[in-house]
């Protein structure tokens, strides 16, 4: 058996113990404990696709899906888990676009959990059209990137304790494997009201 | 506390081998208002489970364990249709990854749900999905009939709205227009929406396209490509290797199924359609390993088939375990389902009995397989049916059966090349030189012969002769064709008979089914037409 399969095999095992801690504390209304549950399984979840793209063998899915669906499913998601606004932007949601939605919802969901550790008051989550693209949205009123994170050579993401530059490193890989019209996806970080994280994918 | 939600009176199965799990399923299904839900810890309790009654949304997770998984699971319910295109399947699992391997569209499950995921996700995604069931609901109404130009109409209503199921509608009108062999239609239908952009099912659709108006080789070389691009759409490799075996390259009709197999591992009809190929290439050694697998991993499951033991069974044969063998074919046969009653195995005892030196056994096996209704016997069944006839020195009985498959299938020439080497094998080579001829001549007479006494006025007698022709042989469709042509043209004639229309309105039906592009249906259609106006107006 490869590593890869025997982690498959581990990671489904915990998962499980992760799943019913979960609805127990959703169940009781322990948003601490739900978070805890819930974001240690997209950590693995991280680790394991990591190793996947290191091998090569992260590959996109792409079909047909609805950018607002993914999102306001995220939104509620996140909202059992947080005290503080979450808010969703949908506006200028295209209906449908063209994208692997495990890989997107996997990406989008690491840069909430990421925003939740800085915000002060409020994440918003949006997905909007920008000239072709499609912009998943992810803005905290936090501090923002420190100068080190937003001068990155792309792919070359500096790794801090909590995990940040391994969610980059894999929304850089992610945003990768959409390609159209020989257009491929990427990442666009800034500082405005706080931090602002998008992830562009092509028409 | 009764809350009033758009699936609070759905009902709900939810398959998962591990107790906990199940429970903790069952709370947050219960928690959405959802009162009729059962639970199963494996695929047998499941079956048994909906046999007694359906379900709405069936919660299955990817491992079952015990060599079984949730695709295979689904597998099974959709092509034994023991659920409708109406039933939500929802696949849990832990990573999307293995799992998500696509073995024909009409396989895969509604969804993925990631765990951990909390009620309140369950019950957004559900509500999403079963929106999509009813938007879609006309066209699984459709698919479910076999109905291919209703779908392709319904689909064309959901593509002009032009709402968030367009991809859903354009992706099952391919599908309906392959399966109701528009195959021009379905080329020009699958370029334009490749020519919006490169989406891996639309690529496998124009190549099975492709394969229905004879282009072959650029449907070989259409789905190498798409192999490349999107290597886990297993459904590619399997067509590729279809089409390899249909032009005769057994070895690379395998080499490509094996590489499928390293994608999907545990793909039941990847190992089967292997044996299949192997089987024809004479390569036994092979068929048992491929069968040996998907034995050891359905031999006390319900998706177990007989005709695996029966294929496993003829290898040992051919490999000179014939001791083996009839340990295989008896164990099947006191073990099975219908087992006993099963033509196949029972013709494959008789062969592997005899090789075995058990002659008052291997007798008793082909009269169990003499019994079954010829006209109702698989290609297979008759080709090992003969063989144990020529081996007890009953020529007589395998010539019959022979002409009957030639007969009931006068254009295949593989078949064709099988009952020749059958013949030749077993003993009877100086029949083998003629059988098939002659059956096609016969048939070909006794069809010039009733349209020309048709064509004289005596359509009752013409009747009569396809009638009994058509019902020997149901697989022939120009016969089912000219029968249910000249019996309608007999009641048009001579007034209507309730007896009469029944039988043509069967053998209609069955060219329909088998062939709904045959050039005959229209003459027939109109028929009907004509019969329809002559007796409404007497009425």
Redesign the interface.
Known sequence: MQFVDLA?LT??GV??R???????A??RGDRET?RD??EA?ATL?RL?ACY?AEKGQL?A????C?PA?LV??LV??VR?QTALTISADLERAP??W?YDE?LIRMVVRDAIYNALRYARRQVVIGARTRAGWLDFGVCDDGPGYPPQVLARAAGSWPLSREGTGLGLYLADCVAALHC?NGRCGRVELANTSGAAFHLLLPE | MAQQTPYSDKRFLILDDQAEMRSSLRSQVGSLGCEQVTTAASVRDALQKLSVSSVDVILCDFYLGGGTDGQQFLEYLRTRRIIGRGVLFIMVTAEKGYESVVTAAECLPDDYLLKPFTADTLRQRLERLLERKRRLARIDQFQDAGNWSGTVSACDEIIAARDRYLVDALRIKGNALVQGRQAESAIAFYRQVLSMRSLPWAKLGLARALQQQGGADAAKQLLAELITEAPKLTAAYDLLGKLHQDSGDSDAAIEILDKACLVSPNSLARQRSIAAVAEQKGDFARVEQALGQVIRKTRHSPLRETADFARLGNAYCEIGEAGKAVGLLEEARATGKDAAADPLLAAVEAIAQRKAGNAEKAAAALERALQADPAALTDDAALNLARACLLAGRQDSAQSILRRLVQGNPEAKQLHARITAVLRDNGAPELAEQLVADSIREIVQLNNEAVRRAKAGDVAAAGEMLCEAAHRLPTNLQIMANAALVVYLDILRNGLDSEKLRSAQGFQQAVQAQQPDHPKLAEIASLVEQIRSKYARSE
């Open positions: 498959a990671v489904h998962k499980n992760l799943a019913i801690l979960a609805a127990r959703e169940a739900l549950a819930l399984a979840s394991l996947k590959a899915d792409i079909g047909a609805t669906d306001g499913e509620a998601e059992q209906e449908l063209f495990h159209n």
